[in-house]
């Protein structure tokens, strides 16, 4: 089967794959609120160069992730098309496109580096942790607060990011089958799509009874290995400069 | 004693459908037992029952002589499920997480953790994958994967849900040969398939089920030729022997 890198771990020896989860996660954290809070466009460039350093680092695969980004660059497409003709504002003088605006293109670029800088840090984090790091890490975050189901939150949030790759690569693989079986012949759309999104969702369903079952025929239990974290001086120096950033975009911002 | 027993163990479905029906077996510790059947016959649903993670109608599952439903996480510690599509049981993000799964659910100390996983990879040979992702395996270390999984529970009793379907000549040799040494180790092995011809010849006992009842159960040299009947293929051919019926050379 063939595998998808975004959204996924990849194993490498670097000091990001390394570094402790509740320091990566705080990291990214707060890397996710500047990416939120940027205004100005030197935020947004400080961050993806931030980001960019940080994929060079983690040696992650440039060229397939960038492939696989094709489907949010026509989302960042869309929306900064909505952004131009929607808002209203100045007239771009010589464009020969009725109905941009000045105001429009600037609000939508906005929004266009906010997502960049934030499936960037999605890479990032999903590309250097394990999902088994990351469950501790949640588990060890949401311990101290009564009343929270700390172990069966993290483990739908396990299953949850193991899964929905799976899920992908299983409805392209079903549409894949109806249309080797002339789906797009009919005309109804509503006919198409009972055809195929009932079915994966039946299926669906079916695996996570039998993820349940395999889950429970190995003795899946909430009393469990509690992770032992370790924190290192080059853990503190990256959320020490993901804070520094963090504060700049802020108090830039206020200023 | 037997190490697991069934006394008239039965399984009605919520719709009325006999899964399986007064079935009663008693193996012993360090047998190599084949369970073969037609589709349908009730294998699975005896196979489960046996890890308890189906509850009975009626009758029960005794291990070590005591009811199963008295420590069903004992009983799942003992008792390792390997099933039928390894794709569809895998819960980690690499072959080490997947491992790691079954220990952390006994709550081992996380240094122990590391080390089965170490141990039970190294076993299976798939230590040089253990940062992969499982899906990305072939059919055969899939499998073997799924067995590593059950070993790091350190079972007695190892179950193998048809554990031959799918997979290449290479790959069926390589899981045969996983499951001989795990028997040579001690496990009690329990397979269950309907593909006789690759396997037989190192089983001690053949247990044939038919339309969700026990119908006959001896060793192989003995049951092997009612078997037909049953809807499983004769794997003898004219002038062939039990001990023959391997597809190790």
Redesign the interface.
């Known amino acids: 089967?063939a595998?998808m890198t975004l959204f996924?771990?990849l194993?490498r020896d670097t000091v990001l794959h390394r570094m402790d989860g509740r320091l990566k996660l705080g990291s990214m954290l707060l890397l996710s609120v500047s990416a939120s809070l940027a205004g100005a466009l030197r935020h947004y460039l400080v961050l993806f160069c931030l980001l960019c350093i940080a994929l060079r680092v983690a040696k992650l695969p440039w060229a397939a992730l960038l492939k696989e980004l094709k489907f949010f660059a026509l989302i960042i497409w869309v929306v900064l098309s909505i952004n131009a003709t929607t808002i209203p504002g100045d007239p771009i003088p010589n464009l020969p496109l009725p109905g941009v605006t000045v105001q429009g293109v600037i609000t939508g670029l906005r929004f266009a580096g906010r997502l960049i800088n934030i499936i960037l840090i999605c890479v990032v984090t999903t590309g250097t942790t394990?999902?088994?790091t990351l469950r501790h890490v949640i588990e060890w975050c949401l311990r101290p607060l009564p009343f929270v189901p700390e172990v069966r939150i993290a483990t739908m949030i396990?299953?949850t990011?193991?899964l929905i790759p799976?899920l992908f690569i299983e409805f392209a693989e079903m549409s894949r089958a109806q249309k080797a079986r002339c789906l797009e012949v009919r005309k109804n759309p509503i006919k198409r799509m009972y055809y195929t999104v009932l079915p994966f969702l039946e299926q669906t369903l079916h695996?996570t009874d039998?993820?349940v079952?395999?889950?429970?025929?190995?003795?899946?239990?909430e009393?469990?290995?509690?992770?032992?974290f370790k924190s290192k001086t080059s853990d503190w120096l990256i959320f020490t400069l993901c804070l520094f950033v963090f504060l700049v975009i802020v108090f830039t911002k206020r200023g | 004693m037997s190490i697991i027993e069934t006394q008239d163990l039965t399984h009605i479905f919520p719709d009325g459908t006999v899964g399986i029906e007064q079935i009663n077996l008693k193996i012993n510790a360090g047998e190599f037992v084949i369970i073969a059947g037609a589709n349908g016959s009730g294998k699975t649903v005896f196979a489960?029952h046996l890890?308890g993670?189906l509850t009975p109608t009626k009758g029960q599952v005794l291990l070590d002589g005591q009811p199963i439903t008295k420590n069903?996480?004992e009983a799942?510690?003992k008792v390792g499920?390997v099933?039928q599509?390894p794709d569809?049981?895998?819960?980690?993000?690499?072959v080490a997480?997947e491992v790691?799964?079954?220990?952390?659910?006994?709550?081992?100390?996380?240094?122990q953790?590391d080390s089965i996983v170490k141990a039970s990879l190294a076993l299976v040979g798939l230590s040089r994958f253990s940062?992969?992702?499982p899906?990305?395996l072939s059919g055969g270390l899939k499998r073997k994967l799924a067995i590593a999984?059950?070993l790091a529970?350190k079972p007695q009793i190892i179950i193998l849900d048809e554990p031959f379907t799918g997979l290449d000549y290479p790959g069926v040799v390589q899981i045969l040969q996983q499951i001989l040494r795990l028997h040579a180790a001690g496990h009690t092995i329990l397979l269950i398939t309907h593909e006789l011809e690759k396997v037989l010849a190192h089983a001690g006992r053949l247990v044939i089920f038919y339309q969700g009842r026990l119908v006959a159960d001896g060793r192989p040299e003995a049951v092997v030729h009612g078997v037909e009947r049953y809807g499983v293929r004769m794997p003898l051919r004219k002038g062939e022997e039990v001990k023959e019926l391997s597809w190790l050379k």
Request: net charge positive; charged share 25%.
């Open positions: 089967m595998e996924r771990y194993h394990p999902l088994r396990q299953l990011f193991a799976v695996r039998q993820i079952e395999a889950m429970e025929a190995r003795g899946y239990s009393i469990r290995t509690k992770a032992a | 489960r890890n993670l069903l996480i799942r510690k499920l099933f599509d569809r049981q895998f819960v980690g993000q690499t997480e790691a799964f079954g220990p952390e659910n006994l709550n081992l100390p996380p240094a953790v940062h992969q992702s899906r990305v999984g059950v529970m």
